[in-house]
Structure formats: structure tokens, C-alpha cells
């Protein structure tokens, strides 16, 4: 089992930045699978970054890319996604997936792949 918690949403206006931060714990391992997601109300989830746990490779949604950046302190179990320039688009509640159950990480994968979640942080940009 992992248990994964997710914090630092909240509310920006559009060019701001955010840092989310997803503490890992449980029966975590190095080379485990990660992904963050979002998801708006009446929307699918769908899939920001993908990456190795401990690992340097991270595959970026074409949406984000150039404007998020995943990073891991291994020391504390947790993973961050920074992200600047932030649009109204980006506006939704950002999720940590852990453990993959099938397909090829970091390549793109969808949320079915993934064991384990978070409960959630809620990101709101406004215009």
C-alpha cells in the first residue's frame, strides 16, 4: 500500500505560480511509477507529468510543457510540481498517482494505469 497527500493549492491569478507538493509513504520504492493529474468538474482526468520515483525522466502533458517542472526530494518521500504561468485553464483539482498496474512509464498513460491516489488539491487560476 502507498499513501500519497497532496497540499499547496489554492487560488492565483492567470501568470501566477504554485507549488504542489505529494508526500509518499507506505510500501514506496525507487523506480515506482508517479503521476499528477487533474481534473475539472464534468471533465475527465487527465494526465499533467508521469515520471519515476527517484528517477530523472518525466514525460510532460503538451499543455504544460515549459511550464511545470516535477522534482523529488527522495530524503522526504515527496515529489513537487511547480508550475508557472499559470492559465485559467489549469484550473482543477490536482491529484498524485502512484504504483503502475500496467503500460510503460513515464511514456503517456492514463489514470486506470495507477494504483494508488491522492485525495487532492484544488488549484483555481483567475483571469
Known amino acids: 500500500q502507498v499513501q500519497l497527500v497532496e497540499s499547496g493549492g489554492g487560488s492565483v491569478q492567470a501568470g501566477g505560480s504554485l507549488r504542489l507538493s505529494c508526500a509518499a509513504s507506505?510500501?514506496?520504492?525507487?523506480?515506482?511509477?508517479m503521476g499528477w493529474f487533474r481534473q475539472d468538474p464534468g471533465k475527465e482526468r487527465e494526465r499533467v507529468a508521469t515520471f519515476y520515483f527517484g528517477g530523472a525522466l518525466t514525460y510532460y502533458a503538451d499543455s504544460v510543457k515549459g511550464r511545470f517542472t516535477v522534482s523529488q526530494d527522495n530524503a522526504k518521500n515527496t515529489v513537487y510540481l511547480q508550475m508557472n504561468s499559470l492559465k485559467p485553464e489549469d484550473t482543477g483539482m490536482y491529484y498524485c498517482?502512484?504504483?503502475?498496474?500496467?503500460?510503460?512509464?513515464?511514456?503517456?498513460?492514463?489514470?486506470?494505469?495507477?494504483?494508488?491516489w491522492g485525495q487532492g488539491t484544488q488549484v483555481t487560476v483567475s483571469s
Open positions: 498517482a502512484a504504483h503502475l498496474v500496467r503500460g510503460t512509464c513515464p511514456r503517456a498513460l492514463n489514470p486506470g494505469d495507477f494504483s494508488y
Open positions: 507506505g510500501s514506496t520504492y525507487e523506480g515506482m511509477c
